[in-house]
């Protein structure tokens, strides 16, 4: 082999390494950690779980903005890791800041930020933390024109709406008892012409005309007067 011949060759080995080693934006290999691209949709972590997201970026300064919405009160962290070091230190986490109260003065922000702009183009990686021991539904989404978002990967989580019971209490007809009335006592009671035998408050036979205003009709084998 020739000089010259030898040269090129290593040239060429030269580009082709350096090609290599170049960073792709935008390209979909495996991720770091099992990571899926962020989607700026809501997601579910379980108790005392960590996930991994992933952006890339175009490396032309400008400032990226990523926030978890809410996540001081739900008490959940994250940290932003660069494309080649994506299990070292993190480049920055996410932090509350102060903001104004309704009241004219100085309050803590709910919501997680950070913010942050290089010129190193690549796919970052964000690592997600749930400190609790209760599952939780998050948000954490992200706002720059030089961030490539891709769909999401992960089904839509199943609403469901609890409808309570109804219970109908049966109808329960009311019960009717009759009431008793014993017969007056059958009696043979004479009473002079125009005149019948009837009871009255007391109960006992009395004899009452016939045309009398307090005349009934006869009741238990007389007439009844009042």
Known sequence: MSKKTFLTACVIGLLVLIASETPSVGAQGPLAHGATYLDNQWHWIGPDAT???????????TVVMLTLTNGVQLGMLFSVYAPDKPSDQPIGRGTSSQVACNDG?????????????????????????????????????????????YPSTSAPAQTTIYTPPVYVQPYTPPVYTPQ????????????????????????????????????????YGYPYYR
């Open 180 to 219: 008793y009335y014993p017969p007056y006592p059958q009696q043979s009671y004479y009473c002079p012409p125009g005149y019948y035998p009837g009871y009255r408050y007391s109960k006992s036979l009395t004899c009452y005309p016939y045309y009398s205003p307090y005349y009934y009709p006869a009741q």
């Open 51 to 61: 996930v991994w997201y992933a952006f890339d970026y175009a490396g032309d300064r």
């Open 105 to 149: 003065g100085r309050c803590q922000s709910p919501d997680l930020v950070w913010k942050g702009g290089t010129s190193s183009p690549g796919t970052y990686y964000v690592q997600v933390i749930n400190k609790t021991s209760v599952a939780k539904s998050f948000l954490l989404w992200i706002t720059n024109g030089s961030v490539t978002l």
